[in-house]
């Protein structure tokens, strides 16, 4: 069993819609939660973190942790076609060698 | 500022060629990570420093893989003897210390074993 799984999908969906990305992890250690965006050819680009659990929303985003269930999820309010990407969520304990998801593959669709 | 560069961006190399991949981390960061990106999965780490040293490098595939920044700024990994599988894109980020949580990322490069 790896240490964070995401459903890799394809996931798509019709512009406008709300978006649930989620990952499952298994190292109760873990204190750091970040969701990274992936276009295709390019760099990962940190969209938010959130320390601990709870809730934390920039904009069109919220990202949920759930440490009880070991469950974190990415909600994307308003999707549109310019979020068509992979989303990779990833984790860190104290330390700071960071894991990530294999990520979930979106497309909004015009 | 600039971010994270990378060189070269693509590299095709014949099997058993040694190649040499380059990291400029943004200005003033301290921590630099190297990743490897296999086509339809996530980064999966190699190896962290923090300035010159290197407190990390348990993701190294095997002894063949080397990386050092001598001066706590650019940093280079090194594949010796290239192997097919060796074939990814290769990630490197930085971030201020203790902010391994705020990682930048440059573009990569795409690293082809024939």
């Known amino acids: 069993q790896k240490e964070v799984e995401q459903d890799p999908g394809p996931l798509s969906v019709p512009e406008g819609a709300i978006v649930s990305l989620n990952c499952t992890y298994s190292?109760?250690?873990?204190?750091?939660f970040m969701w990274y965006r992936q276009y295709s050819r390019k760099g990962p680009e940190l969209l938010m973190y959130?320390?601990?659990?709870g809730n934390k929303e920039d904009g069109r985003f919220t990202a949920q942790v759930d440490k009880s269930s070991k469950y974190i999820s990415l909600f994307i309010r308003d999707s549109q076609p310019s979020d068509s990407a992979t989303y990779l969520c990833?984790?860190?304990?104290?330390?700071?060698?960071?894991?990530f998801g294999p990520g979930t593959s979106l497309s909004v669709i015009p | 500022g600039a971010g994270v560069s990378q060189s070269p961006r693509y590299k095709v190399a014949k099997r058993g060629q040694d190649v040499a991949l380059r990291c400029d981390p943004i200005?003033?960061?301290?921590?630099l990570f190297w990743y490897q990106q296999a086509l339809g999965q996530g980064p999966e780490f190699l190896t962290y420093?923090?300035?010159?040293?290197?407190?990390?490098k348990s993701g190294l595939p095997s002894d063949r893989f080397f990386a050092e920044r001598p001066e706590g700024s650019v940093s280079t990994l090194k594949i010796q003897r290239t192997q097919k599988e060796d074939s990814a894109v290769y990630l490197c980020?930085?971030?201020?210390?203790?902010?391994?949580?705020?990682?930048?990322f440059g573009p990569g490069t795409r690293l082809t074993v024939l």
């Open positions: 200005s003033g960061h301290v921590s």
């Open positions: 980020a930085s971030s201020f210390r203790d902010r391994a949580h705020e990682q930048f």
């Open positions: 959130t320390y601990s659990s």
């Open positions: 190292n109760s250690a873990f204190q750091y």
């Open positions: 420093f923090q300035n010159e040293a290197q407190l990390d």
């Open positions: 990833a984790m860190k304990t104290s330390y700071d060698k960071v894991i």
